[in-house]
């Protein structure tokens, strides 16, 4: 099987995920306005808005993580390393690629722990009591697509360097 369709397959989580970062977003939007108004027009906020909203921007966070680094999109300084030759430029980007997915693992690795003791305790959060355990799975997920990323740019890097297409 081509790596680029396997890559291409991979992508699509990724793809999925933001769709899922957009409509937090939008869910963000319309319960903020909606607490504004009330507290504004009817003097009665609703409850809770805060909690909602702060797992809702996890959800937006994790959701785009994987997303950005799939379209190169994140912020990166390279006033130095654009002059280096290719090749030394190839085995920076491995060099940060290996780094970060192997960071990334561990934070995938100690959430997942993470989580699974808030399922064992049930915490919730303090004024709606929602479970907290389903947003730190959310946030397991992000940084596993992340991970996939960094394994799909590893490879792209692999294939550049061995100059095929194909494995």
Do not use: W
Not at 5 to 30: C, E, N, T
Not at 32 to 50: K, Q
Not at 61 to 90: C, E, M, W
């Amino acid at each position: 099987m081509k790596i680029e369709a396997v890559s291409d397959k991979l992508g699509r989580i990724s793809s999925a995920l933001a769709y899922v970062g957009a409509f937090s977003l939008f869910g963000i939007m319309v319960l903020t306005t909606a607490d504004v108004a009330g507290r504004y027009l009817f003097n009665a906020p609703i409850t809770g808005v805060f909690e909602l909203t702060e797992f809702m921007v996890l959800i937006l966070i994790f959701s785009f993580l994987a997303y950005t680094q799939s379209g190169k999109g994140h912020v990166s300084v390279d006033l130095l390393v654009a002059h280096f030759p290719k090749k030394i430029r190839n085995s920076i980007a491995l060099l940060n690629h290996t780094l970060c997915l192997v960071l990334m693992g561990l934070i995938t690795y100690m959430g997942f722990e993470r989580a699974l003791e808030l399922v064992e305790y049930q915490e919730a959060s303090p004024n709606l009591g929602v479970p907290i355990y389903p947003f730190v799975f959310y946030l397991v997920l992000g940084c596993a697509v992340m991970c996939i990323e960094y394994i799909r740019d590893l490879l792209r890097l692999f294939v550049e360097r061995e100059g095929r297409v194909d494995s």
